[in-house]
């Protein structure tokens, strides 16, 4: 489940989730846990180039990539709960470098994958990710119940 939901998108994470435009997708970044602003400067960032200007760097390992996930995301209302659950799949980065220290992976929303930049990429969650490559493949376990909760 998510350390935090960025203010910017707080009552409408399960809409950005759903994928509600033609080109969309929710994109996971990786933050190296060098220089990571707290949790609480993290929160007020309303956009993914604000995040990296003030955040922290993007991870940069030789087979880094940005996950982009554009199927088997679920939105289940719980209505026994009061809540709405909102899951992925499990993301695996093959034969992550050695030598990098990971502190934080986001989960954001890019409305339009084809024409977009980091100033339209909308922050959604950011969750506690400490890890370091070794050159085996780093795995993001998204927990049971998902990676995010809105209630």
Not at 75 to 102: C, E, F, K
Not at 103 to 114: A, F, H, M, N, S
Not at 124 to 130: A, G, I, K, Q, R
């Amino acid at each position: 489940m998510a350390n935090g939901v960025f203010n910017i998108v707080k009552g409408k994470i399960a809409y950005y989730a759903g994928l509600p435009a033609a080109n969309d997708a929710l994109i996971v970044v990786l933050l190296k846990s060098t220089g990571l602003v707290s949790d609480a400067t993290m929160v007020d960032y309303d956009d993914l180039a604000t995040i990296l200007a003030g955040a922290s760097d993007e991870c940069d390992f030789a087979s880094y990539v940005r996950k982009t996930v554009t199927a088997s995301i679920t939105v289940t209302v719980d209505d026994t709960n009061d809540r709405v659950d909102i899951d992925m799949p499990d993301l695996t980065w093959s034969a992550a470098t050695t030598g990098q220290a990971i502190g934080k992976l986001l989960v954001c929303y890019d409305p339009d994958t084809t024409t977009g930049t980091d100033s339209s990429v909308i922050p959604l969650t950011f969750h506690d990710f400490v890890a370091s490559t070794d050159g085996n493949d780093l795995v993001a376990t998204i927990a049971t119940a998902g990676f995010a909760r809105a209630a």
